[in-house]
């Protein structure tokens, strides 16, 4: 007999205390919470997160351990999200998943590539493969240095030999000044990679795949989409054919050459109308 | 069957993917006879916030609130549609029996081969179960429909109602070339530990193997009252649950919640294990046991 839908374990409604609530910047906190099935998420995985009454939103995991323990981080930028962060510890909170597919985890020369709170996958990733990398490089971008998020631990995580850390911010308030992928054209004429990891802002990832297109670097990237059902059924999260909460969020090069007219160009808006990013 | 040829009695329930032609691509691979599309009106419509979908210990309940980028936009995907080779059905809904005809209008010259029309949504204002609950306005609906569209017909049924085959009745004698039988079941899911409804819109639609039951009765009694041919939906997750549609009068049937958990290659299973069972039971063609139950 086949599993039946109701049956997708993962799915279902978990209702958990938020058990503590720790501020990265002064728009993005980081939510702890107990829950044995996200607990065993692989990094790339999302789960969905409710907010009684509110809203129900797709996250990236940030951290995940065999005792329970789950961590998510928010950026404050809507509704939904702006409710979570009035939240105080103990309060309720709905959790499903872990949903999706994760990053392919390689022990070679690593490149990690990562915008805003794209971070957040990559550095989950970061901690998991850290100490089984040849060289393992974590290149973080944001628009000032209060948004370069999570600076410390990734100093720490990467604290090895052949590791290095590249910051960049547009106003030039740390690091080098400028996009996160001006350091990388040069790094990637320079060295040889066996594969990148990126998680950010779609046009910044796109420019990240043309780059690696160019210099014949394997290439996963974790893609963003309104979610809805999170299982594969709505159809909300396509692109091209893929679904991004079943098909993806990563997507390897080979699937992103198949969705270049919509990838780091366009999404679909809650009407289904495709809209430019 | 009502009108429209299909390779296999299997069909796309309307609402799972579907607002991509793309997305609809793998259905067809999956060896769907027809693909249905998700519901489209005239104007673009945003649906509910989430949580839109909640899983319940028999079955999903819906309330994704019907989204789609209205028919000036979606005759794209209807005409990227036709391309997999296999007919594509468009869902069409509408506040009034002149929406439900212009859309329906535009998706044929779009390319549609037939259109479902949904008056059965279970938890949308104005529109849906409110027209097909009032069999003046639904008449109504199907004779505009039928009017401006020479392509089949269908009309998609709301199980909440008093009785079924009352309303399957008045879509026949409209001009319904077939009918759907039937939409999700109107159902709610509160959390007891936060104590609050978890659907946004707070009522959904249940589907999945709860509803399966239910949806072979109503199939069964609307094959006793209405000649048009009838397409079974609810539940359906195996061969099994197929045939006993077909046993109860249905000429074919729509697959939807199914598809998430046994993958698009569940309409190949479907009907492999329908023809299979054909065999065994030394059965010519699926026509012979449709309605068979009644003979008994």
């Not at chain 2, 997999?84 to 998706?107: C, I, L, N, Q, R």
């Not at chain 2, 009252?225 to 359906?236: A, T, Y």
């Not at chain 2, 046994?262 to 309409?267: H, K, L, R, Y």
């Not at chain 2, 065999?279 to 063609?285: I, T, W």
Request: proline share 4%; charged share 20%; hydrophobic share 40%.
């Amino acid at each position: 007999m086949k599993l039946s839908a109701y049956r997708i374990a993962a799915n279902k409604l978990r209702t958990t205390p938020i058990l503590s609530i720790e501020a990265e910047s002064s728009t993005v906190k980081t939510f702890t919470f107990r829950d044995q099935r996200c607990a065993r998420a692989e990094p790339g995985q999302f789960l969905m997160l409710w907010i009684p009454s509110v809203d129900e939103i797709p996250l990236s995991i940030l951290h995940a351990e065999e005792n329970g323990m789950v961590s998510v981080a928010v950026q404050e930028v809507g509704e939904a999200t702006s409710a979570l962060h009035n939240k105080t510890i103990g309060e309720l909170i709905g959790i499903r998943g872990p949903f999706g597919n994760s990053f392919t985890p390689k022990n070679g020369r690593i490149l990690m590539v990562s915008g805003g709170t794209g971070v957040v996958p990559t550095l989950f990733l970061a901690e998991r493969l850290a100490s089984k990398t040849a060289k393992l490089v974590f290149a973080i971008g944001a628009k000032r240095k209060e948004e370069l998020l999570f600076m410390n631990r990734i100093k720490r995580t990467l604290g090895g030999e052949e590791t290095q850390v590249i910051a960049t911010t547009e106003d030039g308030s740390y690091g080098i000044k400028g996009l996160v992928t001006k350091p990388l054209q040069k790094l990637l004429e320079r060295e040889k990679f066996d594969m990148i990891y990126t998680c950010g802002p779609e046009q910044m990832m796109r420019k990240v795949f043309d780059l690696a297109e160019k210099c014949e670097v394997a290439l996963e990237a974790s893609l963003e989409r309104l979610m809805r059902c999170a299982i594969g059924l709505c159809g909300s999260c396509v692109v091209g054919r893929f679904r991004v909460c079943k098909d993806g969020p990563v997507f390897t090069a080979k699937q992103l050459r198949q969705v270049k007219a919509e990838f780091g160009v366009s999404k679909r808006d809650f009407s289904g109308r495709k809209i430019p990013l | 069957m009502g009108g429209l040829r299909l390779a296999n009695p299997t069909m796309l329930a309307s609402g799972i993917l579907g607002l991509s032609a793309e997305s609809l691509g793998d259905i067809a691979m999956g060896g769907a006879g027809a693909i249905v599309t998700k519901s489209v009106g005239l104007k673009p419509r945003n649906g509910y916030a989430n949580p839109t979908i909640v899983q319940t210990s028999c079955g999903l309940i819906n309330a994704i609130g019907l989204p789609n980028p209205g028919i000036g936009e979606f005759v794209k995907e209807i005409r990227e549609a036709k391309n997999f080779g296999v007919p594509v059905v468009v869902s069409v809904y509408g506040y009034s029996a002149e929406d439900y005809a212009t859309v329906a209008k535009k998706a044929v010259a779009a390319g549609a081969d037939a259109v479902e029309l949904n008056v059965s949504c279970p938890h949308a204002e104005e529109t849906g179960s409110e027209i097909g609950q009032n069999t003046e306005i639904l008449a109504e609906v199907v004779r505009k429909v039928k009017a401006v569209v020479k392509k089949p017909a269908f009309v998609k049924l709301s199980p909440n109602v008093t009785n079924i085959a009352d309303t399957a009745e008045v879509a026949a004698k409209a001009g319904a070339n077939a009918l759907t039988a039937t939409n999700t079941v109107k159902a709610m899911a509160i959390d007891t530990e936060a104590t609050v409804p978890i659907l946004s819109n707070k009522i959904g639609g249940l589907s999945g193997p709860a509803i399966k039951p239910i949806a072979v009765r109503c199939v069964y009694e609307i094959y006793e009252s209405v000649k048009v041919p009838i397409i079974g939906s609810g539940g359906i997750t195996n061969w099994h649950d197929a045939v006993e549609f077909l046993l109860a009068g249905a000429t074919a049937v729509q697959i939807g919640t199914a598809t998430a958990s046994n993958g698009p290659n569940v309409f190949k299973k479907v009907t492999r294990g329908i023809d299979a069972y054909l065999r065994r039971k030394g059965f010519k063609s699926v026509n012979e046991i449709v309605g068979l139950s009644h003979r008994s």
